[in-house]
C-alpha cells in the first residue's frame, strides 16, 4: 500500500488550502495523524476548533473579523467613521505627496485663468448673454409655483381626469390677469376636476371669500375662453 503524501496547492486567493483535507475521510484521518494543526493552511477541518487566518483583519468601528480588502468591515462601518484631525492631516499629507509626484490633474491644462481681469470678463460676458436672452420676472416664478401647487394638489387628490391638457391649463395660468386669480368653479375639496373647462378667473378677494363653497358674485367671474380666444 502506497501512502500518500502531503501536498500542498498554491496560494488560492490570499489562503493556503491542503487538498488531502477536501478528500474522503481516510484522507481526512490521515491529515489528521500527518498534520495535527491543519488550521495553519487555513482550512476548516470537523474535530478542530475554527482556524483564525492570517489574513484576518480586525475592523476598527465595530471590531469584527473580516478578510476584505479595506480596512472596514462593511460600507455602513466605513461612512460612520470619525476623523480626528490626525486623520485629516494625514490624508491632505497623503494627497499633497500624490500631486507633488504626478502633478496636478488640472495643472498644465486650457482653462479659466482666475485672475481679476478675467474674472470680470466673465461677469461682463455672462451679463451680455442674459440681455440677448432675456432675464425671468419674479412674476415667472411666482406663476410657475402656483401651476405646480394646483397640478400637485390635483394628483394628490386624484382629480386629474385623462382628457385634462395640462398644457393648456399652464397658459391659462399664464394668462390671469393682475388682481385675478385661478379658481377652481367647483372646489377640488368638493370633488371638482382640476380641467380646463372647471377653471375660471376670480378677483383675489373674491376668490377667498368664494373658499369651496359656490356663494360668491358670478358677474365678477371672467371666462378664460374669452381673455384668451377673443
Same mark, same amino acid.
Given at each position: 500500500?502506497?501512502?500518500?503524501?502531503?501536498k500542498?496547492?498554491?496560494l488560492?486567493?490570499?489562503r493556503?488550502?491542503?487538498?488531502?483535507?477536501l478528500?474522503s475521510e481516510?484522507?481526512?484521518?490521515l491529515?489528521r495523524?500527518?498534520?495535527?494543526?491543519p488550521?495553519?493552511?487555513g482550512?476548516r477541518?470537523?474535530?478542530?476548533?475554527?482556524?483564525i487566518?492570517?489574513?484576518?483583519k480586525?475592523?476598527?468601528?465595530?471590531?469584527t473579523?473580516?478578510?476584505?480588502?479595506g480596512?472596514?468591515c462593511s460600507?455602513?462601518?466605513?461612512?460612520s467613521?470619525?476623523?480626528?484631525?490626525?486623520?485629516k492631516?494625514?490624508?491632505?499629507?497623503?494627497?499633497k505627496?500624490?500631486?507633488?509626484?504626478n502633478?496636478?490633474?488640472?495643472?498644465g491644462?486650457p482653462?479659466?485663468?482666475h485672475?481679476?481681469?478675467?474674472?470680470?470678463?466673465?461677469?461682463?460676458?455672462?451679463l451680455?448673454?442674459?440681455?440677448?436672452?432675456?432675464?425671468?420676472?419674479k412674476?415667472?416664478?411666482?406663476i410657475? !409655483?402656483r401651476?405646480?401647487?394646483s397640478?400637485?394638489?390635483?394628483?394628490?387628490l386624484q382629480?386629474?381626469?385623462?382628457?385634462? !391638457?395640462?398644457?393648456?391649463?399652464?397658459?391659462?395660468?399664464?394668462?390671469?390677469p393682475?388682481?385675478?386669480e385661478v379658481?377652481?368653479i367647483?372646489?377640488l375639496a368638493e370633488?371638482?376636476?382640476h380641467?380646463?373647462?372647471?377653471l375660471q378667473?376670480?378677483p383675489s378677494?373674491?376668490?377667498?371669500?368664494?373658499?369651496k363653497?359656490? !356663494?360668491?358674485n358670478?358677474?365678477l367671474?371672467?371666462s378664460w375662453?374669452?381673455?384668451?380666444w377673443p
Amino acid at each position: 500500500m502506497v501512502t500518500p503524501t502531503l501536498k500542498q496547492q498554491p496560494l488560492v486567493g490570499k489562503r493556503l488550502v491542503c487538498p488531502l483535507s477536501l478528500g474522503s475521510e481516510q484522507n481526512r484521518l490521515l491529515h489528521r495523524t500527518v498534520n495535527p494543526a491543519p488550521q495553519a493552511y487555513g482550512v476548516r477541518v470537523p474535530g478542530y476548533p475554527p482556524y483564525i487566518s492570517i489574513n484576518m483583519k480586525i475592523c476598527p468601528k465595530c471590531k469584527t473579523q473580516h478578510e476584505k480588502q479595506g480596512t472596514f468591515c462593511s460600507r455602513k462601518c466605513a461612512n460612520s467613521r470619525t476623523w480626528t484631525d490626525e486623520d485629516k492631516k494625514k490624508k491632505s499629507n497623503s494627497i499633497k505627496k500624490t500631486f507633488a509626484l504626478n502633478g496636478h490633474p488640472c495643472q498644465g491644462k486650457p482653462g479659466w485663468k482666475h485672475d481679476d481681469a478675467m474674472k470680470e470678463h466673465k461677469r461682463l460676458k455672462s451679463l451680455e448673454f442674459w440681455d440677448k436672452k432675456g432675464r425671468k420676472t419674479k412674476e415667472h416664478f411666482v406663476i410657475k !409655483n402656483r401651476i405646480g401647487v394646483s397640478k400637485y394638489r390635483a394628483k394628490k387628490l386624484q382629480a386629474t381626469p385623462p382628457d385634462a !391638457n395640462l398644457k393648456l391649463i399652464g397658459e391659462i395660468y399664464k394668462h390671469c390677469p393682475k388682481g385675478y386669480e385661478v379658481d377652481h368653479i367647483i372646489a377640488l375639496a368638493e370633488g371638482g376636476l382640476h380641467h380646463q373647462d372647471n377653471l375660471q378667473y376670480l378677483p383675489s378677494m373674491e376668490n377667498r371669500r368664494k373658499n369651496k363653497t359656490q !356663494n360668491y358674485n358670478k358677474d365678477l367671474a371672467i371666462s378664460w375662453k374669452k381673455l384668451m380666444w377673443p
